[in-house]
């Protein structure tokens, strides 16, 4: 069989994506757009069958902009479905996900990025479990009321925080996968601790390759798997290549707070050449091939074994994806090149969205006992 036909047979799951940034900024997805990353058209064209558009949060917005930045969202995920209902539907469910790959529309999940949303309220949870959320990035670039963070050094918690614990039972209650990624290590220990289902990483990448604080440990990622988890890959290319992190690190910064500025300005001359400008420099620098995307990939496979790893692009949330993974187009890249290195069916099936998914139907299964 060929990498074409295992792709199109195969369920092919993005774990994480920034789209909803770019609706409230003004952008139609419905249609293939200039700008970023992930639209319809372009990920029906990738083959990608699923996707969790995630709703994020800053963890420098005050609790009650926090919440409303997030129903802001969600809200506007479920309008961008409501209006395209030939291309893509809403997504709750593991079955509903698979009905609509049979209907030949793409599957939109939502995702809840950052716990701060939520303030201390799990009634807030409850509401946000209630709008389709299917998962919460418990927080973000910060300590927040939940938990702490792999970015700042000044801790809060020291891991999860004790209404933290509550959380995470209360996602257990409702069916609502935790999702560890930017969470400090110890935050990570935590969850694993205290929480009676599968946790998951949605976008994060293997440390031992790329030294970041927001990848995981070889034996972060083995005890993950141990506890029947799954760490979902992420595209972006300083979290795959510590070379490229050091060259282009300030130029990302550049190209984001651009990007950002376009968006909402599309008719301004001088932000289109401010965001032309920082482009350039940007892609000047060599970017890693995909491929090194895939030896993180098979890092976690000779760690652990094949079910405990898959996909969690970061699109629309980051500034370089690697050389010939551009966008959601691409994905089939990623299968030709598991082909090429001998993986058979079976397994590319586990790791393009398989892996995932069973993680999902056990977070379902336990809220239902």
């Excluded at 700008?35 to 990920?43: P, Q």
């Excluded at 930045?69 to 209902?85: I, Y």
Aim: a negative charge; one cysteine or more.
């Amino acid at each position: 069989m060929t990498a074409k036909e295992i792709h199109e047979k195969a369920f092919v799951l993005d774990s994480h994506c920034d789209t909803p940034l770019a609706i409230i900024r003004g952008q139609d997805v419905s249609k293939r757009r200039k700008l970023g990353h992930i639209d319809f058209d372009r990920l029906k064209e990738g083959g990608v069958d699923g996707v969790f558009f995630a709703a994020y949060t800053s963890n420098s917005l005050a609790p009650d902009e926090a919440t409303r930045r997030a129903l802001q969202l969600v809200a506007l995920t479920h309008k961008v479905c409501d209006e395209n209902p030939k291309k893509v539907g809403l997504a709750t469910t593991v079955r509903e996900a698979r009905e609509l790959k049979a209907q030949g529309r793409t599957a939109i999940f939502i995702g809840l990025e950052n716990g701060s949303p939520i303030q201390k309220d799990l009634s807030l949870l409850y509401l946000f479990y209630k709008m389709g959320v299917r998962y919460m990035t418990l927080t973000h670039a910060g300590n927040n009321e939940i938990c702490d963070s792999c970015a700042p050094k000044e801790k809060r918690w020291n891991g999860v925080s004790p209404f933290g614990v509550e959380v995470i039972r209360e996602m257990n209650r409702l069916g609502m996968i935790i999702d560890v990624s930017h969470l400090s290590d110890e935050s990570f220990y935590d969850c694993l601790k205290y929480s009676k289902a599968p946790i998951v990483a949605t976008h994060s990448c293997c440390r031992a390759l790329c030294n970041h604080p927001r990848n995981m440990t070889d034996q972060m990622i083995k005890d993950l798997a141990a506890a029947g988890g799954v760490i979902q890959i992420n595209f972006y290319s300083s979290f795959l290549d510590p070379n490229y992190s050091k060259v282009a690190g300030a130029l990302c910064d550049e190209f984001d707070e651009s990007l950002i500025d376009y968006q909402l300005h599309p008719r301004c001359k001088r932000r289109k050449e401010r965001y032309e400008k920082a482009k350039e420099a940007l892609f000047a620098v060599p970017r890693p091939s995909y491929k090194l995307l895939v030896d993180h990939i098979e890092h976690v496979i000779k760690l652990v074994g094949v079910k405990h790893v898959g996909l969690g692009s970061d699109f629309d949330g980051i500034e370089s994806a690697p050389d010939g993974l551009e966008d959601a187009s691409k994905f089939g890249v990623i299968t030709q090149e598991l082909l090429d290195r001998g993986y058979s069916q079976e397994d590319i099936n586990l790791i393009l969205g398989e892996n995932f998914l069973r993680v999902f139907n056990e977070v379902e299964n336990l809220a239902m006992k």
